[in-house]
């Protein structure tokens, strides 16, 4: 019996299946970076929100309410992030948040640069506090508005 292969397709696979492998595991990176993101910007949108519904005029005591019952505090829901950095203005009835972080990453670690920001996301929200009595003026204008 003769043999008809030559070892090429051990070669051709030993090329091959690094770039599958790293493929397969970018893919996996990029749900886990994406999922860190997103809790990270749900949590902005609550703090934002819920900093909006208050009526204390005080702007430390809304900070102070609003950073303690965050979604992220003292709660372990990321998944790859060390932390995250939350800058929040309260002033003139508007609630403003950024929120920043980095996911850590084996390339992250390997790479030394301090300019090396593949891994970061940043995310701004802001809202404005609402009025009720003055909610319910406007919609009752709207409605004698309709009704003429």
Known sequence: MKSTLH???TLEAS???PFVWFSVFLV?????FQYDRCI???????????ASEL???DEAEVIRTVIDKGELAGKKKLLFSDGIQKEFHFSKGKANIKISGKVNTILSSLIKAEEF???DYVSE?????????QLIRTCRRFVNYGKS
Request: aromatic share 16%; hydrophobic share 45%.
């Open 125 to 133: 929200y802001e809202a404005e506090q609402y009025d009720p009595v």
């Open 55 to 57: 009526r204390e005029k």
């Open 40 to 50: 990270a910007e749900q949590d902005g949108k609550m703090i934002v929100l819920r």
């Open 117 to 119: 920001h593949a891994f």
């Open 28 to 32: 996996i990176f990029a749900g886990f």
């Open 7 to 9: 070892g090429y397709m």
């Open 15 to 17: 090329l091959i299946m």
